[in-house]
């Protein structure tokens, strides 16, 4: 079955950056979409960061100009590149993967926790 591995989080200064990962295993990685959402307590899930098979990204408006989602096929890992940080990124950040027609659903990480400093 399809297993997303995330790593990568931890506790950083407001300013500083983090890069996370999520590694696929047990599909072939080229053929899905892949992205981000992350959750802090009491909110809503938060779409973050999505990356398209054909590689076109989307943004959403807080991260955009300061995070960067990218992928490596070789090693069937996304990334998440989290640049000038600020408390209120503070959450779980899960990854997601969907398989490139939709009939399978979603496949989410199990989370990892990024905490900032003020």
């Known amino acids: 079955q399809v297993h997303l591995e995330e790593s990568g989080g931890g506790l950083v200064n407001a300013g500083g950056s983090l890069k996370l990962a999520c590694e696929l295993s047990g599909a072939i990685f080229s053929m899905y979409h892949m992205g981000w959402f992350r959750q802090s307590p009491g909110k809503q899930r938060e779409m973050v960061a999505r990356l398209g098979i054909g590689g076109d990204r989307e943004y959403s408006d807080g991260a955009r100009g300061r995070f960067g989602i990218f992928r490596d096929n070789a090693k069937a890992t996304v990334y998440l590149e989290m640049t000038d940080l600020k408390p209120e990124d503070t959450a779980v950040y899960y990854c997601?993967?969907?398989?490139?027609?939709?009939?399978?659903?979603?496949?989410w990480g199990q989370g990892t926790q990024v905490t900032v400093l003020s």
């Open positions: 997601y993967a969907l398989d490139r027609r939709g009939i399978d659903g979603y496949t």
